[in-house]
């Protein structure tokens, strides 16, 4: 079996390949060729943690694997992510295990992936002001991937803390990308082009009236108490997510941001406009005028994992990385 450590992970994972892996898997899933339960966790009430467990199957690219991720919001104030994980992968010939990879970076880059796709097909063309709100590991990888589909002349953070947010666009300034900290969510979101939540959030950090016509919005935090997006915004937008049956499920699989406007009577479950994989395949349009507000809501799902792990197990192989064990 290879064993890929996390430093391996990142050191294969080439983003813009992810994006179009993460594309693929979508597209599978829609199309009901592959196969994908809803997360289920244990969880750890005295910590507010939860463990998922997320197995998935793409044949489009041959894969068959397994995460195990866990979600600690505590981590957040100390030197641990949030979100640490670990990949399963297995012959989806004989069901052998071939593969156990770090999951933590597949984790953070997969959701930037998804969120990127989301803005190729549905930011309009002329997008060029992104906003971040957020600071943390996801924050990080969103300025990785959707910066890859739309060519950039302005790059807004913002977060809770204005010292993170200046420290993280001054990493992003030596990295080469026109980024500012921007004091407040409203400040960063009114002007903006998309709009990219990555947040803990307790209380909506994207609202309606900050959005101007056209905005394209991904929302990909999660707090089974919280919520990012307030009703006006889920109401008034053209809404894509990875899969009805994951948004739509209860704690820990699906989405406030839908759930509870759709428990309130704001909208009801046909507000859904298309899965991102319909998108992807054509079967469903997207954007239909330069004025419209259109929104990505991820609940993360075990096909891009899969995705990810194919990719970067494929990479390990051809170079030669990582360690080979005996089980």
Same mark, same amino acid.
């Given at each position: 079996?290879?064993? *890929?450590?996390?430093?391996?992970?990142?050191?294969?994972?080439? &983003?813009?390949?992810?994006?179009?892996?993460?594309?693929?898997?979508?597209?599978?899933?829609?199309?009901?060729?592959?196969?994908?339960?809803?997360?289920?966790?244990?969880?750890?009430?005295?910590?507010?943690? #939860?463990?998922?467990?997320?197995?998935?199957?793409?044949?489009?690219?041959?894969? *068959?694997?397994?995460?195990? !991720?866990?979600?600690?919001?505590?981590?957040?104030?100390? &030197? *641990?992510?949030? +979100?640490?994980?670990?990949?399963?992968?297995? @012959?989806?010939?004989?069901?052998?295990?071939?593969? $156990?990879?770090?999951?933590?970076?597949?984790?953070?880059?997969?959701?930037?992936?998804?969120?990127?796709?989301?803005?190729?097909?549905? %930011?309009?063309?002329?997008?060029?002001?992104?906003?971040? !709100?957020?600071?943390?590991?996801?924050?990080?990888?969103?300025?990785?991937?959707?910066?890859?589909?739309?060519? #950039?002349?302005?790059?807004?953070?913002?977060?809770?803390?204005?010292?993170?947010?200046?420290? *993280?666009?001054?990493?992003?300034?030596?990295?080469?990308?026109? %980024?500012?900290?921007?004091?407040?969510?409203?400040?960063?979101?009114?002007?903006?082009?998309? !709009?990219?939540?990555?947040? +803990? %959030?307790?209380?909506?950090?994207?609202?309606?009236?900050?959005?101007?016509?056209?905005? +394209?919005?991904?929302?990909?935090?999660?707090?089974?108490?919280?919520?990012?997006? @307030? @009703?006006?915004?889920?109401? @008034?937008? #053209?809404?894509?997510?990875?899969?009805?049956?994951?948004?739509?499920?209860?704690?820990?699989?699906?989405?406030?941001?839908?759930?509870?406007? =759709?428990?309130?009577?704001? =909208?009801?479950?046909? +507000?859904?406009?298309?899965? $991102?994989?319909?998108?992807?395949?054509?079967?469903?349009?997207?954007?239909?005028?330069?004025?419209?507000?259109?929104?990505?809501?991820? !609940?993360?799902?075990?096909?891009?994992?899969?995705?990810?792990?194919?990719?970067?197990?494929?990479?390990?192989?051809?170079?030669?990385?990582?360690?080979?064990?005996?089980?």
């Amino acid at each position: 079996m290879l064993v *890929l450590s996390r430093d391996e992970v990142e050191s294969l994972l080439d &983003p813009g390949a992810l994006i179009d892996a993460v594309a693929t898997a979508m597209a599978d899933l829609s199309a009901g060729r592959a196969s994908m339960p809803n997360r289920v966790a244990a969880l750890v009430p005295e910590r507010k943690g #939860l463990l998922g467990a997320m197995p998935g199957y793409v044949p489009s690219l041959n894969a *068959l694997a397994a995460k195990l !991720v866990t979600l600690f919001p505590a981590n957040a104030d100390g &030197p *641990l992510p949030t +979100h640490q994980a670990l990949l399963g992968v297995f @012959d989806p010939d004989t069901g052998e295990p071939v593969a $156990i990879m770090d999951g933590t970076a597949i984790t953070a880059l997969r959701t930037g992936a998804g969120s990127a796709l989301s803005a190729r097909l549905l %930011a309009r063309a002329d997008a060029r002001v992104l906003t971040i !709100v957020g600071t943390g590991v996801q924050a990080r990888a969103h300025a990785r991937t959707v910066p890859l589909v739309r060519e #950039l002349t302005e790059l807004r953070i913002a977060g809770r803390d204005a010292a993170k947010a200046e420290l *993280l666009a001054g990493e992003l300034r030596e990295g080469g990308l026109p %980024a500012r900290a921007v004091r407040s969510p409203a400040d960063a979101i009114r002007g903006a082009d998309v !709009v990219c939540a990555a947040t +803990h %959030a307790l209380e909506p950090v994207i609202r309606r009236e900050w959005l101007s016509p056209g905005t +394209h919005v991904t929302s990909v935090g999660y707090n089974p108490q919280g919520r990012e997006l @307030d @009703d006006a915004t889920v109401a @008034d937008a #053209l809404v894509i997510v990875e899969s009805r049956d994951a948004a739509l499920a209860p704690v820990p699989a699906g989405a406030n941001d839908l759930t509870q406007p =759709i428990r309130d009577g704001v =909208i009801t479950a046909a +507000h859904i406009h298309a899965e $991102i994989g319909e998108l992807v395949s054509g079967d469903r349009p997207g954007r239909s005028s330069d004025e419209q507000i259109t929104l990505y809501k991820s !609940v993360g799902v075990a096909v891009q994992d899969t995705a990810a792990a194919a990719l970067v197990l494929g990479l390990a192989r051809r170079r030669r990385v990582g360690a080979q064990v005996v089980i």
